[in-house]
Structure formats: structure tokens, C-alpha cells
């Protein structure tokens, strides 16, 4: 409908919302369906969002962006909301860069519900990508919901676990399968080119640290409660374990040939999860690397890591920069991550040019043999927001 009234990216969006203090709202501090595509969300203070929960459902958090095609959310501080950032439906050509995200959970003493849950940092849902997640600080108790895929992340620093991957695609229906089919569009443009279901999987980890911290009874509570203590669900490890079993690429392309179309034995495969890609990334305190991680580093000693505030600025204190060593996966580049599977798109700036992630999250140029992080060396003293 939007298309036939001519929301075309010549008509709507392209808004700026900068450097401005949102906080204390009740539901959502920015929200938007479709008219916030191609814009920029940037230098923004978020916080203390949908904390009395009066309201659940399904427009809650500091943002949450219904198609937010090529939408860049970048150097945000996001912190002490339900749920951080929201991306629902279409989150084509979006990019999440060098925001610091932390706090964002219900409290202690919170009674967890099926329409609540338990919040994350950033909750991308049903969308084909290409999504990217690069350069950010993912430090609340879950660092992601994702219920999706054609996703990449680059270059973060996750202190959190990854939930319902590979489960809250369908519409809640018991008898029938009620497979959500979404929406992917013409790059860098509003114009549907299709709709598909969501295989999972189609992700790629580069260059990202994992750090498991301790895992609060509320959500271990939670899960038992509402039957969703797995790892398909209310996973809480951190780390790339809820992808276990995926394909990579060459086992996946593999299953294919004309002769296998034709064999009604084995066209499961056309439902199958989508191909995984891993490089340079380092576990830490326990955090569980995917089998398919093959070349990851594991940090056997303890790191410790925490955030605290100097001076009313926010301030990483870790002795993680002892342990990491130069070289992780290289420079990393919108080469590197290649095309989301369903729109055929690469992860790319909104004008089609090229990415190359040599820049870290406080503006630092990266050696040809970095450090995996969002800092190309350790941050000391310096405030994050």
C-alpha cells in the first residue's frame, strides 16, 4: 500500500535526529514505520525507556524502527531501556555503528511475561538483511535477539548472549504452519522486489570479542517460567554456540545440482538454515565460540570487565588488552562480507560505495593487522559517550 501511494525514497524519510537527550518516556524514545527509511540517527543519549513497563507489546525500546532500509544508527549512547534497539521487518541496507549500548533488561524483582521477555541491546526480527553491526560496545545481559538473518558483525565487543536464534519466525499460530513472509526491496530503494520466509543463519562474525560475565538469577528464573530454557531461546551464554550445526558455505552449495532437484528424498534442503562465516574472533570467561568457528582464540584467562562513570562520562575498564593478540581476521571490508542471501545485496554504505572497517569506535585507524574489538588499542581512561 505504501508503495501504491508513492512512499518511494524521492517522497519520505531522509530525517536527521541528533545529539539529542531522550529519556523517561514510557513506551519508545524514537519510533517509526517505513517514513524513518534513509535516515540518520546519530550522537544521541537514550535512556531510562519503558522502565515502569506499563506498556509490552511490540513498540518498546529506546528506537524501534519498522523498516529501517538504509537507516544508519551511529554513536548512540543507549542504556537502562526494556529493550535498546529494535529493528522489525525490512532492515535492508541498515547499519548499527559505534553506539554503546549497556543496562538495557528489566530489574531485579521484575516479573518476566511472554510479552515482555527479557530485553537485549538490539533485536533484529524478521528481516533479509543485509544488516550491519560493527564497531559497537554490546555489554547488557543479552546482547542481541535475532529472529532473522543477513546479518554481520564487525568489530564488536559483546558482553551478552544471542537469543531465539533459529526461532521466532512465525505468526503464533498452533494448528497450521504461519510462516512470517517479509518484505525485501530493490537496494537502496523503497520498491518491494519480493516477499520470503526466514531460513536463519546468512551471518557473519569478524574480528568480534566475546566476554561471558555472570548470568543473573532474574533471567535464568525467567526461562524455566515460561519453558524457554534453551538455547534456541533463552540462551545466556555468550558467544556463537546458538549456531551450532550450521552450514558453511561450501557444504551448503554443495547439496545442490539439477540431479537433487529432482529427488523428492532430499528437498529438505531447500528449508534448510543458511551458510555461516567466521573470522578473528576471541572467547573469553567461558564465552562458547560456534562449531564452525574454527579459527577462534580462546582467552583461558580471566578478563575482567565493567563500566563505570568518571565525571558523568562513561568508562571501560577491562585488562582484556592483555590477552588480545595483533592480526584477528585482517582489515575487514564490505569485500570480506559479501552479498545477504534473499535481497542479493552487499553490506555497503546507502550510496553503493564500498565499506572497509579501518576505523575503530573512537575514530582510531586500525593497523593492517588489528586488534578484533571496536579499538584498534586499548581505550584507557577515555570516555566512550
Not at 41 to 64: M, P, R, V, W, Y
Not at 192 to 219: A, C, E
Not at 287 to 298: H, K, L, S, T, Y
Amino acid at each position: 500500500m505504501a508503495q501504491i501511494e508513492g512512499w518511494t525514497k524521492e517522497k519520505i524519510g531522509s530525517h536527521i535526529v541528533r545529539r539529542c537527550n531522550i529519556h523517561d518516556c514510557g513506551q519508545t524514545g524514537i519510533v517509526g514505520h517505513l517514513g524513518g527509511v534513509f535516515s540518520v540517527i546519530e550522537d544521541n543519549h537514550i535512556h531510562h525507556i519503558n522502565n515502569k513497563q506499563d506498556l509490552t507489546g511490540a513498540e518498546i525500546g529506546g528506537i524501534k524502527m519498522h523498516a529501517a532500509i538504509d537507516v544508519v544508527f551511529r554513536r548512540n549512547h543507549i542504556h537502562h531501556c526494556t529493550r535498546g534497539l529494535w529493528l522489525d521487518w525490512q532492515a535492508q541496507g541498515t547499519r548499527v555503528s559505534g553506539n554503546l549500548f549497556h543496562d538495557n533488561m528489566p530489574p531485579d524483582g521484575t516479573d518476566v511475561t511472554m510479552e515482555l521477555q527479557v530485553g537485549e541491546d538490539i533485536f533484529v526480527e524478521v528481516s533479509h538483511g543485509p544488516t550491519l553491526i560493527d564497531n559497537n560496545l554490546l555489554l547488557s545481559d543479552v546482547a542481541c535477539r535475532l529472529s532473522t538473518q543477513g546479518l554481520a558483525f564487525v568489530h564488536n565487543l559483546i558482553a551478552g548472549s544471542f537469543t531465539f536464534v533459529g526461532e521466532g519466525v512465525d505468526s503464533g499460530g498452533e494448528r497450521f504452519t504461519n510462516m512470517r513472509y517479509t518484505p525485501y526491496h530493490v537496494p537502496h530503494r523503497t520498491e518491494v522486489l519480493g516477499f520470503m520466509s526466514i531460513l536463519h543463519g546468512d551471518t557473519r562474525f569478524y574480528n568480534n570479542v566475546f566476554v561471558q560475565r555472570p548470568v543473573r538469577k532474574l533471567l535464568t528464573d525467567s526461562a524455566k517460567k515460561l519453558n524457554l530454557d534453551r538455547i534456541s531461546a533463552f540462551n545466556f551464554i555468550c558467544g556463537t554456540s546458538p549456531y551450532d550445526g550450521y552450514p558453511d558455505e561450501e557444504t551448503y552449495r554443495s547439496q545442490f545440482s539439477a540431479e537433487s532437484f529432482l529427488s523428492r528424498e532430499t528437498r529438505d534442503k531447500y528449508y534448510d538454515h543458511l551458510p555461516m562465516y567466521f573470522g578473528g574472533n576471541v572467547y573469553c570467561n567461558g564465552a562458547v565460540p560456534c562449531d564452525g568457528d574454527f579459527d577462534a582464540q580462546i582467552v583461558k584467562e580471566t578478563v575482567s570487565l565493567s563500566l563505570s562513570e568518571e565525571k558523568g562520562r562513561p568508562v571501560l575498564k577491562t585488562d582484556l588488552y592483555e590477552y588480545l593478540q595483533p592480526g584477528a581476521g585482517g582489515i575487514i571490508s564490505t569485500a570480506t562480507l559479501g552479498e545477504a542471501f534473499e535481497p542479493e545485496q552487499r553490506f555497503e554504505e546507502p550510496d553503493g560505495s564500498a565499506i572497509v572497517f579501518d576505523t575503530d569506535y573512537l575514530g582510531v585507524h586500525r593497523e593492517a593487522l588489528p586488534l578484533a574489538g571496536p579499538f584498534a588499542k586499548p581505550p584507557g581512561d577515555q570516555a566512550l559517550a
